[in-house]
């Protein structure tokens, strides 16, 4: 497998640190994250706040952090930390996109409530 | 290696460059100037950028397929045909869909700069994602496009319809990206690696936990259906095409179209590619298959019961993403492994994006007096009041219907006969349901066409025509070029031949760039292979 | 390929080929565009003017065909349209001696019906638009038949039927009115589902081409069918069926035809043009340009002589008892085509090809003959309000009692002859080791007595006997002077029209030898296919009594309809209701395809979206969902959120589809 360089030497220590056994085996991480996805997935499926579905699509990001950085952690490879960081870039953008938008319904509905937006249908 | 040495990283990223430089001066110039006076002149400044960028994508075509020396560019952007090729096509609807709003949007009282400051980093993470080689840029990619668009779909703030559309596609959106991020993650974690190639040769290997990599790949499967709204996750998209500014949904049926149909197609063939794994263990191009003709099911039947014109072209798009689909079952693998597409996944996106820009640019003009609802009255009588916008509409109608002489036909016709050759008639029946469908698709279509050019205008409700010549520009040179590539097609399938053929040097090149042996892969050589070979039995 | 070496000529450069196409799509390029800018005067010089400047050139290059050695032809290719392989399409165009005879015959009868529109929409406010549709028509037929290929031929197949609708709607100017285009919309959808899946068979068995000539005698189309009627004759016959069943939908046959009556809602020389003489003949054409197919299958033969033979008599029961001048007209034409598909039936390609011509003469004539009666009387179009017509529209009476005299086969104008060829291959016309099909023959021949019949009807009731309608309008019924020219013209056509084709007994079918590079293959030669009687006697024996059938129907109609009183139509008799009432075929169509057909659209719609999607899917799996994950509050539905649980849903389904299915 190649890597660049950078990567390769930042990596050097995660791979020293994989060598001891973990104590909680990778299938708890995934667990546990997987949960936090469907959580957040119920959220944004079931809740009528347009504040709470936004909080409930960062949880389900933070969750897919958890499963990158536990298989980053083991496979001893610095990738999916890097892109952890991306990811919470990409979720504070969205966060800010999504707060604008809210503020737009509001000042249309006087309300911030999702089942209110129905006036585009078939 | 010749090519890399020749060129610098500078000159091969320069189509990126111009566009995100366009899109900062417009920013800039956006935030510096008086509220209420015209910004449409920005809108030329950024497709002023587009051309340039255009002609930069041209230029490197003809050195194609670049190599970046820089080792993180190289692995995070492959310059190959295939991304110059889409680039190019995402750069043709972008131009033209930049042009669509300098006078649309001062009639829809939303004339704000940041409009094209938007555009263009809207097109920029589209070039991008069609450009991209591993998970993270890609990711990058499209929620650069995502997040712009999320904005331009609420631009007419003052709408309650376009901020509804805004809205839910952002909801829709950031549950795909979160989808999208879970599958690359598993991808990652069954493969050690976000990139395509990699994951490639990792996949081969016996040590790939399969069940991981088909969690993952169905979560990609997701996110990539979302995006080009197929069935059963484009309901989002007929509220959102109606709902945001006409000039956002040309950008939204064209560019994101593209742009996902571009990566995603390039991830799943070079990452995912391997015929054990597109009908056997990660059995991608199976459900391709079945939610292709869902699509065409649900677009088709829907839009037959469409008043709106713009509606009715969301659920239209829904039927072309299950044509377009078809493409990706026809790629073939050879025996190394390697898959090749043929020319009719970019042909077919490249007469769908003009044919889309033509249609949404009539909607706009008969969407004067701030009209958000382009129903029938909107254009009814269009042939009295504007023969040429009835004209540029009945060509777009006929190409997306795919009437000969159009380039939706030599595209239809081009997808369909790989498909048929490339699974050796194992997916004859698609193609039946294809044809089935395309006919059932003309019901809608010509009805616009005969909207447009019997009924007459109903009196007590006259519809102001935006008259702008940027518009009927935009539309009148893109429904010009629908029928000259309807034409004269050979020049744009082959280009989009070799695009197609070029997927498969990737894994070559990229092989070859490691070891730092300098082996030459020829590119040519797959292109000719890839065209359809002969239809005889 | 033995077989298809006497298809195998040599092709001649055309250079004024592309003009005769490109005329008319340039007059309807201006015309459309910049129309409400021009007089009328510019606007009818671009109309006119392109279609007769087309046909001037056409009369140069058919002389010059008529030059070249014996089965050569003209053709042009402008440039390679698209390859997929080994198969190369090219966007070429060609006249050989079958589509010289069409091209006459559209751009001839063409130019006279543009002129004759110049009078009769002089004060219609759409008068640029029309000529601008009118011209768009006659460009998309020239492609259909100078088209040199399958896919070219189809591109003209597609226009002139977005033509027709246009046209057909032209004085609609609301859509729920304008049923009759969505009528012959949706037929003719049906016809073209059938061609495109044809087409795409041809695809796939093709050697490299789909033209119409094989390159010495190699490649093309020909050697396709060859190929077929060898190796897989079943797919032949299904392929010959398929064509044939797209030929039903433009050529308005059984089941098919039911779009063309409604047609005649368009402006009179519309349907003098397309409904008549050009368009709705395309299926005969398409059927004769792929005579190397359609021989082959006995099968799809005969089906074609059946249906043919039965919409003939079908139709000319229905024109029997209608009042509307153009519904007689179109069920009249309906009828007729039905003789050309007979003998295509029968093998006779060359007597389909001439009745086709004779037709568009008389059955032009005929039509624009009803537009000046309907033009003089204010659009009155019922034949019961009409009668003694003959004062004041004199030119008028004689063309059009010219072209009735030709359409009932009376000796010596055009119709007797052509009807006579058909009705003689009928009788005789056999493959090797197999009869003639005498049903079919007795079906014509019956159809021809009726025809006769209602011709002399309408005729009668027309311009004979005292006129029934009220006396302003009569007062005021005048002829248009310049849209007297055309009728006369062609009158002139419908009188010597048939001398071309004069009966085999005399030796002297000076069409048959035109067109013997072409068919003569199926008659002559160690392939053939067809053989006709040779007998004088038994030709003159059928002549005879077809001429006797004629006047028998011209008698009854005139112990009918020549007298003071007109006699009281039968209206409670249950075979005048039938007729009345076209069979009840609309009626069945509607019940059993248009409403399911709609049904299952507002079905989707409401049920399938509504229900099942927004109610089944949304509200119950996200209670289902939202019973898992709350557990205790109800799920508060809104839209968005149905659309992400939609998401979800599909996101399940896949992993139930890998997981258990795959």
Redesign the interface.
């Known amino acids: 497998m190649l890597t660049p360089p950078l990567l390769a030497a930042a990596a050097a220590p995660a791979a020293h640190a994989a060598a001891q056994q973990p104590a909680i085996p990778l299938s708890w991480y995934l667990a546990v994250a997987l949960i936090l996805f469907a959580i957040g997935s119920i959220g944004v499926l079931a809740r009528r706040n347009a504040l709470t579905v936004l909080m409930s699509v960062e949880i389900m990001l933070n969750a897919v952090n958890l499963v990158f950085l536990a298989f980053a952690r083991f496979q001893a490879d610095m990738t999916g930390h890097v892109i952890t960081f991306f990811v919470i870039a990409v979720a504070a953008a969205e966060a800010a996109v999504g707060l604008a938008l809210v503020m737009g319904l509001f000042r249309h509905k006087k309300a911030v409530n999702l089942d209110q937006m129905s006036a585009l249908r078939s | 290696m010749q090519a890399a040495t020749t060129t610098s990283d500078l000159a091969i990223i320069s189509p990126l460059f111009i566009v995100c430089a366009m899109g900062l001066v417009a920013l800039l110039v956006a935030v510096f100037t008086p509220k209420d006076s015209f910004k449409g002149w920005l809108g030329y400044v950024v497709a002023f950028g587009f051309a340039l960028a255009l002609v930069a994508v041209v230029w490197l075509w003809k050195q194609a397929p670049l190599t970046l020396s820089n080792e993180s560019l190289f692995f995070a952007l492959s310059v190959d045909h295939f991304g110059l090729g889409l680039t190019a096509v995402i750069l043709i609807g972008g131009l033209l869909a930049a042009l669509t709003a300098v006078d649309y949007l001062p009639s829809q009282r939303s004339d704000h700069g940041e409009y094209y400051a938007l555009v263009a980093f809207a097109v920029l993470g589209m070039m991008a994602m069609v450009m991209s080689a591993d998970m993270l840029t890609f990711f990058v990619a499209l929620e650069l496009m995502s997040i712009s668009v999320y904005v331009l779909a609420g631009f007419k703030r003052q709408s309650a319809f376009s901020t509804e559309a805004a809205m839910k596609y952002f909801v829709t959106g950031s549950f795909a990206s979160a989808l999208l991020l879970l599958g690359i993650a598993f991808t990652y974690g069954a493969t050690g690696s976000i990139r395509f190639t990699e994951i490639a040769e990792a996949l081969a290997s016996p040590q790939a936990s399969l069940p991981i990599a088909q969690f993952g790949v169905v979560m990609l499967l997701a996110a990539f259906f979302f995006k080009v709204a197929a069935a059963p996750f484009h309901m989002w998209t007929p509220d959102v095409y109606e709902g945001a500014p006409t000039s956002v949904t040309a950008l939204m049926a064209t560019g994101v179209k593209v742009a996902a149909f571009g990566g995603f197609a390039r991830m799943f063939l070079t990452a995912f590619g391997d015929a054990r794994f597109r009908t056997g263990d990660l059995p991608w191009e199976t459900i391709i298959a079945i939610v292709a003709v869902a699509s065409m099911f649900a677009g088709n039947l829907m839009a037959l019961a469409q008043k709106n014109l713009k509606r009715m072209l969301a659920y239209s798009a829904i039927a072309h993403t299950g044509y377009i689909m078809l493409a990706m079952l026809a790629a073939p693998t050879s025996g190394d492994g390697t898959v090749w597409l043929g020319p009719g996944l970019i042909f077919y996106l490249l007469g769908y994006t003009l044919a889309s820009i033509a249609a949404f640019g009539v909607a706009s003009v008969v969407s004067g007096n701030d009209v958000e609802d382009v129903n029938e009255v909107a254009y009814a009588g269009l042939a009295k009041r504007s023969p040429a916008h009835a004209l540029i509409l009945a060509v777009a109608m006929l190409s997306l219907l795919g009437i000969p002489l159009t380039a939706g036909f030599i595209g239809k016709l081009t997808i369909f006969a790989e498909v048929l050759d490339g699974s050796h008639n194992e997916y004859l029946w698609i193609v039946v349901v294809a044809v089935i469908n395309s006919i059932i698709s003309a019901f809608y279509y010509l009805r616009v066409i005969l909207v447009a050019y019997m009924r007459d205008e109903a009196a007590e409700r006259p519809i102001q025509l935006v008259s702008s010549r940027s518009l009927t520009l935009a539309a009148g040179l893109a429904a010009f070029l629908t029928l000259v590539v309807g034409l004269v097609p050979s020049r744009a399938l082959m280009a989009s031949g070799k695009a197609g053929g070029s997927l498969a040097d990737s894994k070559a090149r990229a092989a070859s760039t490691a070891t730092v042996n300098d082996v030459h892969t020829e590119a040519d050589a797959p292109a000719t292979a890839s065209a359809p070979k002969a239809t005889k039995l | 390929m033995n077989e298809v070496e006497h298809l195998a000529h040599a092709a001649h450069e055309s250079s004024l080929l592309p003009w005769i196409i490109l005329l008319p799509l340039l007059g309807a390029i201006l015309n459309?565009?910049?129309?409400?800018r021009y007089s009328q005067k510019t606007v009818s010089l671009i109309g006119v003017g392109s279609v007769v400047t087309a046909f001037v050139l056409s009369t140069l290059e058919v002389i010059r065909l008529a030059g070249l050695p014996e089965g050569d032809y003209l053709s042009v290719d402008l440039?390679?349209?698209?390859?997929?392989?080994?198969?190369n399409v090219e966007?070429s165009f060609m006249i050989d001696r079958l589509s010289a005879i069409m091209l006459m015959v559209v751009t001839g009868v063409g130019s006279l019906i543009h002129v004759f529109s110049t009078g009769y929409m002089k004060t219609d406010e759409?008068y640029a638009?029309y000529f601008a549709y009118l011209n768009l028509f006659m460009f998309s037929m020239l492609l259909l038949i100078l088209g040199k290929n399958l896919?070219?031929l189809?591109?003209g197949w597609?226009g002139v039927g977005?033509c027709s609708?246009?046209l057909i709607?032209?004085w609609?100017?609301?859509?729920e009115k304008?049923e009759a285009?969505q009528k012959a919309?949706?037929t003719n959808?049906v016809g073209?589902?059938a061609f495109?899946?044809g087409t795409?068979i041809l695809?796939?068995?093709?050697?490299g081409s789909l033209d119409f000539v094989g390159v010495g005698g190699a490649g093309g189309l020909p050697q396709t069918a060859a190929y077929l009627g060898d190796k897989a004759p079943g797919m032949l016959t299904l392929v010959c069926i398929l064509f044939f069943i797209g030929a039903t939908g433009k050529s308005a046959q059984i089941p098919l035809y039911v779009w063309l009556p409604d047609a005649m809602a368009g402006p009179t020389p519309v349907s003098a043009l397309i409904h008549a003489a050009t368009m709705v003949t395309a299926g005969v054409y398409m059927m004769a340009r792929l005579n190397f197919m359609f021989a082959l299958s006995d099968v799809a033969m005969t089906v074609v002589a059946v249906v043919g033979a039965l919409t003939a008599l079908f139709a000319a029961t229905i024109g029997l008892v209608q009042n509307d001048i153009k519904k007689v007209l179109a069920y009249s034409t309906v009828s007729q085509i039905g003789f050309m598909v007979v003998s295509v039936g029968v093998g006779g390609f060359v007597g389909a090809i001439f009745h086709l011509m004779t037709h568009a003469f008389f059955k032009a004539c005929l039509f624009l003959g009803s537009g000046s009666v309907i033009h003089a009387l204010h659009h009155e179009q019922d034949i019961r309000k009409m009668g003694g017509l003959k004062a004041k529209l004199p030119v008028t009476r004689w063309t059009f009692l010219i072209s009735c005299l030709a359409i009932a086969g009376i000796p010596f104008f055009a119709g007797f002859f052509s009807k006579d060829e058909i009705l003689f291959f009928a009788a005789t016309a056999h493959r090797e080791g197999s009869n003639p099909m005498l049903f079919v023959y007795i079906v014509s021949v019956v159809a021809a007595l009726c025809t006769a019949f209602y011709m002399f009807r309408l005729y009668f009731l027309t311009f004979e006997g005292k006129y029934r309608g009220d006396k302003h309008t009569w007062d005021h019924a005048h002829e248009e002077p310049v849209m007297n020219w055309p009728l006369i013209v062609l009158a002139g056509l419908a009188t010597v029209g048939g001398f071309v084709g004069l009966p085999h007994f005399l030796h002297a079918h000076a069409l048959e030898g035109w067109l013997e590079p072409i068919f003569g293959w199926l008659y002559e030669g160690e392939h053939a296919i067809f053989h006709v009687s040779h007998s004088a006697g038994l030709e003159i024996a059928l002549m005879l009594g077809s001429v006797l059938i004629a006047l028998l129907g011209i008698a009854f109609a005139w112990r009918l309809y020549m007298r003071e009183k007109l006699p009281e139509a039968p209206v409670d008799a249950w075979w005048h209701k039938l007729l009345m009432n076209k069979y009840y075929v609309d009626e069945f169509y509607d019940a059993v395809l248009v409403r399911p057909l709609r049904a299952?659209?507002?079905f989707?719609?409401r049920v399938?979206?509504v229900r099942i999607?927004d109610g089944l899917f949304v509200r119950g799996s996200?209670r289902l969902?939202?019973a898992?994950?709350?557990g205790l509050?109800f799920?508060?539905?809104?839209?968005?959120?149905?659309?992400?649980?939609?998401?979800?849903?599909?996101?399940a389904?896949?992993?139930v589809?890998?997981e258990y299915l795959?």
């Open positions: 459309g565009l910049f129309g409400k440039w390679r349209w698209f390859s997929a392989g080994e198969l966007l759409g638009r896919l070219v189809f591109v597609e977005l609708y246009l709607g032209f609609f100017s609301d859509m304008a285009g919309f949706i959808r073209d589902l495109l899946i795409f695809l796939f068995y093709s050697y299952t659209a507002s989707c719609h399938v979206d999607i996200a969902v939202g898992v994950g709350d509050r799920f508060q539905n809104g839209d968005v959120q149905a659309y992400v649980t939609a998401i979800v849903v599909g996101i389904a896949i992993l589809v890998v795959l």
